[in-house]
């Protein structure tokens, strides 16, 4: 597409609007409530965040991960810890996850910190995967180069052999990270561009929240 064509790429939003009056208490309940809702409209995997991280050299990098677990301590992931995502985060645990819930109208930003989850969970995560995914985890190197294709089925063969009719176990270079918001940003969006953005901030006194211009 031309850039012509991209510059008359125009959505009028006009879902509806985000008040002060409409926030909990603290951003993970308020996050749940979203979530909820993009669930109940059905929207396809709505527990996709893009998760942005940056190098020890200042490099930013985006990739798009699923949301596994919420609490008040934060939101969770998992992945490989060999991964670029989990060397990026080990240098520099500092990140930032977005909620794209386009069809809503909606989208939630989370600024924090990550941190490894410990074994015991890690261990409870991953005997409730599915069992290809289990395999997959043993199998991928992940963020390597590899040869082509069939290095990837060949090594996904050899470890459905190796665990064949006995449970698979958690790898040590796999499990989950816990990103510790210091900010949460709610954002709906409105006629003329004139979103609505509402962000809570951790103090040391508890939760603060703002009002921000679109």
């Known amino acids: 597409m ?5 510059s008359e ?7 509806g609007g985000l008040d002060e009056s409409d926030l909990l208490p603290e951003p993970v309940a308020m996050f749940e409530t979203w979530l909820d809702d993009s669930v109940s409209a059905g929207l396809h995997e709505p527990n996709a965040m893009v998760l942005s991280t940056v190098s020890a050299t200042g490099q930013p990098a985006s990739r798009t991960v699923l949301l596994k677990g919420l609490s008040t301590r934060g939101f969770v992931f998992f992945t490989n810890y ?17 909620f794209p819930w386009h069809p809503l109208e909606r989208q939630v930003r989370v ?16 005997a409730g995967r599915p069992r290809p995914s289990q395999l997959g985890a043993w199998a991928s190197p992940q963020s390597e180069i590899i040869r082509e294709r069939v290095v990837l089925d060949e090594r996904y ?3 459905a052999a190796r665990f064949d009719n006995q449970p698979v176990p958690r790898p040590e270079h796999w499990g989950g990270f816990l990103v510790e918001p210091a900010s949460v940003e709610f954002w709906q969006g409105r006629h003329g561009r004139m979103h609505d ?10 939760w603060f929240t703002e009002r921000l211009a679109p």
Do not use: W
């Not at 790429?9 to 879902?15: C, N, Q």
């Open 2 to 6: 031309s850039d012509g064509g991209l």
């Open 157 to 159: 063969a050899e470890i």
């Open 111 to 126: 600024e924090g910190e990550a941190s490894r989850l410990g074994a015991a969970e890690n261990d409870a995560y991953f």
């Open 82 to 98: 060999i991964s670029r995502k989990a060397d990026e985060l080990s240098t520099n645990p500092a990140c930032a996850l977005l």
């Open 197 to 206: 953005r509402l962000r809570y901030r951790r103090t040391p006194s508890g």
């Open 9 to 15: 790429l125009r959505r009028e939003y006009a879902a």
